[in-house]
């Protein structure tokens, strides 16, 4: 997939111990030691890596399209996924290695991800983050020692509220506890490519739910996928993820927060002091940062009206480009997103190019 990229690998440590896996990539032409575009930080989404934004041909996907246009770009993957390098002291196959959510990929991983970056390139940095992406990078622009590294972000189906999902298996899964279904049969590492998974969805779909395209039960009706592909993008894709993340991903669904994860009312004292956890506070992502959206009106799961009360709580007005028909992973994989998408993604970052600043 990288043979079009001259390719850099760097390990990286959180501040809670799990080694993370960074890229860093150019077009052939480049040098890795000599970058002169912006660094641009590509963050992916749930049950993804920092393949998603490869899986396309070289005029298609992201990735390549960023670094042919002389862009430095890094390719993030968050603990957990099958590029990363697991745990200073943890095994994966221990329970305490899946103690984490969203909330631990924000403000650890991407923390530690934008630290790296701006160390070796003394610039500030574009992010782009899709899906999760996105819920990431929200929650990690509210803290000052974070969103002072960042120059400005692209977010593609932006997402900080979830309580307007529609996707009928991810609705049938939250209503039938699917969370605590897997915590039950003592399963902590959410892997969709285990029997045991594949079955529980199975039987979660028979009788209940179509999921003849089983793409569009849980992303929503999508309108430009090359489904020849199919196969080819299974080999990347699902990568595992936590039952923790998908508990904190059902509390949003469930309770229409976008908050740090709730434990219940006496670990929440413990944990927060207080009875429920904190917010992310969006108002207080600085009115200065640029920031640039598009989001599909038939995207399951980062709604149009959830995406309306994102907007109405950021301090800024951010550019938007909206696709009526498109779903949520065709923002990655739409045969036409070069043109619908990406073309704008990379006006509004050369719009804001200027000489590199720490």
Known sequence: MFNFLKLGKFKLQTKDGYILALQRVSSPSGDLRVQQGHPVLLQHGLFMAGDAWFLDSTEQSLGFILADQGFDVWVGNVRGTRWSYGHVSL?????????WSWQELALYDLAEMLHYIHSVTSSKI?????????????AALTQPDIVEMVEAAALL??????????????????????DQMVLALGIHQLNFRSDVLVNLVDSLCDGHVDCTDFLSSITGKNCCFNKTHMDFYLEYEPHPSSVKNLRHLFQMIRKGTFSQYDYGILKNLLMYGQLKPPAFDLNSIPKSLP??????????????TDVQHTLEELPSKPELLY??????I??????KANRDIYDHMVGFFRSLEKPSSS
């Open 330 to 335: 065709y923002f990655l994989l739409s045969i």
């Open 126 to 138: 574009f992010i782009v983050g899709h899906s999760q992406g996105t819920i990431m990078s929200l």
């Open 157 to 178: 189906c932006p997402i900080s509220y979830l309580d307007h999902v529609s996707a009928p298996l991810v609705l049938r899964m939250v209503a039938m506890h699917l």
């Open 291 to 304: 920031l640039w959206m598009s989001y599909g009106g038939n995207d399951a799961l980062a709604d149009i």
């Open 91 to 99: 095994s994966k196959t221990e329970k305490e290695f899946w103690e």
């Open 323 to 328: 696709l009526e028909n498109y779903g949520h």
